[in-house]
C-alpha cells in the first residue's frame, strides 16, 4: 500500500481525469478514456505526484463497474454493455479527491438526475440542469422537459432532503405565481407529509406574497412541528393579509419548547410590516427574565427576535433601557457570559446611546484579548446597525430551522 500513501499523503497534488465516451452499437462495447490532465506547481517546494493510480467505480444506468487506473497520462477500458448507457457517474459516491470533466448532453443529466443511486450524482445534474434552464440560449421545449422531470422528482419517493433542494431549485427558476402543476405538488406535499418536506414546501408556497394563500398558512401554524409553524408563519407574513396579524398574535401565547412560537410569530410580524406588533415585541423582551440564554445559540432564542422586530419597525430604542439594565448587572456581577448576551441584544436594537456600553466594555476589557475580541465583534454589528437604520434598512432574522 505503500503508493496508496504516497500518493494521497506524502506527496502534494490532486487528479483531474478528462473522461470521453464512445460506444461500439455493432461490438456493443462502451469505450471509455480517462486523461489525467494535472499540472505540477513549478513553485511548490513539496514533491508532487505525476500521475495517480487506484480502483475507481463508475455507475452505468445505475449499475457499478470498477476500473483500475495505472499510474500514467492515459488509460483507456472497454465495458460489453446491449445498449448505448442513458447516464455514466464517474467517481461513485465522490470516493476519489478529484476533478473530472465529462460532455455529457441534456438527456443523461436528466437519466442521472432522475435514476441514480448516488446522491451526489443526482444533485450534480440538478445544477446542470438548473443551468441550462436558466441559459438564454435554451429552447422552451428543453425547459419544460427539464420542469417536468424537476416536477417528478419533487413529488416522487426520493430521499426528503433531495427533494427539497429541488423545490428550492424550482422556487428559484419558476416565474411567481407558480403554475397549477407546481402548485398541486406543493399542496399534496403539505397536505400529506411531515416536518422538512413540508415545511419546505410552505415556504416555497410562502415566495408567492399571495394573500389568497392565508387561510391556508393558518391552518398549519396549529401543527405538530415548530419548524413547520415557523415556515407558516414566515409565509403568512408575506401574504400581506388582514388575517395575518390577529392569527400571528395568537401564535405568541402558544406553549412551545424554548419560546419557539414567540421566534416564529415574531419574525412574522416582521414580514407582515403591522407596527401593531411593536408593543407585543417589547412585552417578549421585557419577559425575558433568564440570566442566561434559553438555548446557546443566538438563532434560537426569543430575545434576539423580539430585539429585531423592535429594530425592524425602527423602535430598537423602547427595548435599549430594559437591556441596558440587564447589562449593568451581569457587569456588577460579572457575569460575563450574560455580559455579551445582552451586548448582542444591544447591537441589535441599533440606538445610538450603545455606543456608551462600547466604551465601557474596552475600558473594563482592555486586558484580556478573547473578550476584546467579543467586544470588536459586536461593535461592528452595531456600526452595521446604526447605517442600516439611517438608511431605513433593518436585518430579518436568520431561520433558525434552515438546512
Not at 470516493?95 to 450534480?124: C, G, P
Not at 435554451?138 to 419517493?157: C, F, G, H, P, R
Not at 410562502?206 to 391556508?216: H, R
Not at 419577559?287 to 430585539?307: C, E, H, I, K, T
Amino acid at each position: 500500500m505503500n503508493w496508496f500513501f504516497d500518493q494521497w499523503i506524502y506527496k502534494m497534488g490532486q487528479p483531474k481525469f478528462v473522461v470521453t465516451q464512445n460506444y461500439d452499437d455493432t461490438k456493443k462495447l462502451l469505450l471509455l478514456k480517462f486523461v489525467q490532465t494535472q499540472q505540477e506547481d513549478s513553485g511548490s517546494a513539496y514533491q508532487q505526484v505525476n500521475y495517480f493510480r487506484g480502483k475507481l467505480q463508475l455507475e452505468i444506468d445505475g449499475n457499478l463497474h470498477s476500473v483500475d487506473l495505472k499510474a500514467i497520462s492515459e488509460n483507456s477500458f472497454t465495458i460489453p454493455l446491449p445498449q448505448k448507457p442513458a447516464f455514466i457517474n464517474v467517481n461513485y459516491e465522490n470516493t476519489w479527491v478529484a476533478e473530472i470533466e465529462m460532455q455529457k448532453s441534456l438527456q443523461e443529466y436528466l437519466h442521472q438526475f432522475e435514476n441514480s443511486k448516488d446522491i451526489l450524482a443526482r444533485i450534480n445534474a440538478l445544477n446542470e440542469l438548473a443551468n441550462i434552464y436558466k441559459d438564454s440560449t435554451s429552447s422552451l421545449t428543453n425547459k419544460e422537459v427539464i420542469y417536468q422531470s424537476m416536477l417528478k422528482v419533487a413529488d416522487s419517493k426520493a430521499y426528503w432532503r433531495f427533494r427539497i433542494n429541488v423545490l428550492s431549485t424550482l422556487n428559484t427558476l419558476l416565474p411567481k405565481p407558480f403554475d397549477v402543476r407546481m402548485k398541486t405538488v406543493l399542496l399534496k406535499i403539505i397536505q400529506t407529509e411531515k416536518a422538512w418536506p413540508k415545511a419546505n414546501a410552505i415556504s416555497v408556497l410562502g415566495a408567492e406574497n399571495n394573500a389568497g394563500n392565508a387561510e391556508l398558512f393558518i391552518h398549519q401554524l396549529n401543527d405538530s412541528s415548530d419548524r413547520v409553524i415557523f415556515n407558516a408563519a414566515v409565509a403568512l407574513g408575506k401574504t400581506k393579509s388582514d388575517k395575518a396579524f390577529e392569527a400571528l398574535q395568537k401564535l405568541v401565547s402558544k406553549p412551545s419548547w424554548k419560546g419557539q412560537s414567540k421566534m416564529a410569530a415574531l419574525t412574522g410580524f416582521q414580514l407582515l410590516g403591522d407596527e401593531r406588533a411593536v408593543p407585543i415585541a417589547l412585552d417578549i423582551l421585557k419577559d425575558n427574565q433568564s440570566p442566561r440564554w434559553f438555548l446557546g445559540a443566538s438563532g434560537w432564542d426569543y430575545p434576539v427576535y423580539a430585539a429585531t422586530t423592535l429594530a425592524s419597525f425602527n423602535k430598537g430604542h423602547l427595548g435599549y433601557e430594559i437591556i441596558l439594565e440587564r447589562l449593568n448587572q451581569a457587569l456588577l456581577h460579572e457575569d460575563i457570559n450574560d455580559v455579551f448576551s445582552n451586548t448582542l441584544l444591544i447591537s441589535i436594537l441599533a440606538d445610538s446611546r450603545g455606543t456608551e456600553v462600547f466604551e465601557i466594555l474596552k475600558a473594563k476589557y482592555k486586558n484580556d484579548k478573547n473578550a476584546m475580541n467579543a467586544v470588536n465583534m459586536y461593535e461592528e454589528q452595531f456600526k452595521s446597525a446604526l447605517k442600516n437604520k439611517q438608511k431605513g434598512k433593518c436585518f430579518l432574522n436568520q431561520d433558525p430551522y434552515a438546512l
